[in-house]
Antibody, heavy 120, light 113 residues
């Protein structure tokens, strides 16, 4: 079974850091682009970042550029999101998602998400 | 960045009737190289992750009922549910993946009238 399982969410103070993980199984992780997408409570979906299957290309939404870093460890079948200088507006459920084939196109397989709350 | 604007923000349709959701992009998402529209549609129910319904603007994802269809090209797109079922109550989002910086529409909440 194909699975994406996010972890690492929790409560963090403004200015703090958090590292999210996404454990992938059931497919050849090293051949897929991956994404992080977030959803603030009661709000819509917001794309956060993409990373190429070999980690050589990364793209970020402007609001997180310089604060968040997407990375992956293909040997561990894991995707990460390092979040620094967190702000209240970063409070959201964070989903990891898989993009088809070796292409940067539509996310088609999603995890259940992990909640990040930034509050003092 | 490409801005995606959906209309309406919310919609109430009777069971068995047609539901239509529109999505407009601030610039064309049609690729000249492969003649494909880089536009997808997602359904999200409360407490669940998004579910892919349509990609390349009109290709139905495997397992999606055929009452869901997508149309449009360039900057204007439509998701149509031909005969609304109770299980279709959800929020629907369009997504452009033409740019390396993806953008979603703001969402359309679909309810039963």
């Amino acid at each position: 079974d194909v699975q994406l399982v996010e972890s690492g969410g929790g409560l963090v103070q403004p200015g703090g850091s958090l590292r999210l993980s996404c454990a992938a199984s059931g497919f050849t992780f090293s051949t897929y682009w991956m994404s992080w997408v977030r959803q603030a409570p009661g709000k819509g979906l917001e794309w956060v970042a993409n990373i190429k299957y070999d980690g050589s290309e990364r793209y970020y939404v402007d609001s997180v550029k310089g604060r968040f870093t997407i990375s992956r460890d293909n040997a561990k079948n894991s995707l990460y999101l390092q979040m620094n200088s967190l702000r209240g507006e970063d409070t959201a459920v964070y989903y990891c998602a898989r993009l088809p084939g070796g292409t940067v196109t539509y996310p088609f397989s999603w995890g259940q998400g992990t909640l990040v709350t930034v509050s003092s | 960045d490409i801005v995606m604007t959906q209309s309406p923000d919310s919609l109430a349709v009777s069971l068995g009737e047609r539901a239509t959701i529109n999505c407009k992009s601030s610039q064309s998402v049609l690729s000249r190289s492969n003649n494909k529209n880089y536009l997808g549609w997602y359904q999200q129910k409360p407490g669940q992750p998004p579910k892919l319904l349509i990609y390349w603007a009109s290709t139905r994802e495997s397992g999606v009922p055929d009452r869901f269809s997508g149309s449009g090209s360039g900057t204007d797109f439509t998701l149509t549910i031909s005969s609304l079922q109770a299980e279709d109550v959800a929020v629907y989002y369009c997504l452009q993946y033409y740019s390396t910086h993806f953008t979603f529409g703001q969402g359309t909440k679909l309810e039963i009238k």
